[in-house]
């Protein structure tokens, strides 16, 4: 921990250096223009590939990048970034080489953890004829990362947040982006969350919220 604390102190003395009224700027408030959902992997430095400083990017992290309509946090997260925030950019972004999609695919126990890949076992059972014929591994749990972006895209298009916000003059955006940890690179995976339009007989939430007896 004393290194933490040492690199902390040199941070500090970095940024004022270059803006004395950096902090106190900072302590004003943010703004933040994107959020970002990403993967938990320490490998995956979101500030720094995304060439974003402090108040610039506002963060949600988990295990594989998941946006699961029970996870309270997640949707605190996204409520927050979209109705107070006013982000104008929604980034759900995994990365090739993700443990999490490579433990869904497997069959192997990992007790707690079973759980929560189970949301990404249902990408593969909707994708199945696709990833069961990529005979290369390697390559089938790159076509799965990208698979699982393009579906967590798809279930935040579902949540009512995005929905009722998609209803307002200045809507976000959604994006999915993969990152190779290879490369350092992002790629843009051009989700087309009009082509789920065709669900919204089923998804579409519209009107005032009702109660039943």
């Not at 003395?13 to 970002?36: C, T, W």
């Not at 982000?87 to 126990?109: L, P």
């Amino acid at each position: 921990m004393e290194k933490i604390f040492e690199n902390n102190k040199k941070w500090v003395s970095d940024k004022l250096a270059e803006d004395s009224d950096f902090f106190l700027k900072l302590a004003n408030g943010q703004k933040p223009r994107y959020l970002y959902i990403g993967c938990s992997d320490s490998r995956v430095p979101v500030n720094e590939i995304t060439g974003t400083g402090p108040g610039e990017i506002f963060v949600h992290r988990n295990i594989a990048n998941m946006v699961v309509h029970t996870d309270i946090n997640m949707l605190s997260v996204l409520q927050y970034a979209v109705e107070v925030l006013k982000v104008k950019d929604i980034i759900v972004c995994g990365h090739y080489g993700c443990g999490g999609v490579a433990a869904a695919a497997s069959n192997d126990q990992f007790g707690l953890l079973d759980n929560w890949l189970r949301n990404i076992k249902d990408v593969i059972r909707l994708h199945e004829r696709e990833f069961t014929s990529i005979d290369n591994e390697e390559a089938r749990l790159r076509r799965l990362v990208e698979l699982n972006i393009i579906e967590q895209v798809h279930n935040l298009s579902k949540t009512s947040i995005i929905q009722n916000a998609m209803l307002t003059d200045t809507p976000p955006r959604l994006w999915g982006l993969v990152y190779d940890i290879k490369e350092g690179l992002l790629r843009d995976l051009k989700v087309d969350v009009n082509s789920f339009k065709q669900f919204d007989h089923i998804y579409s939430v519209t009107g005032e919220a009702t109660t039943t007896a």
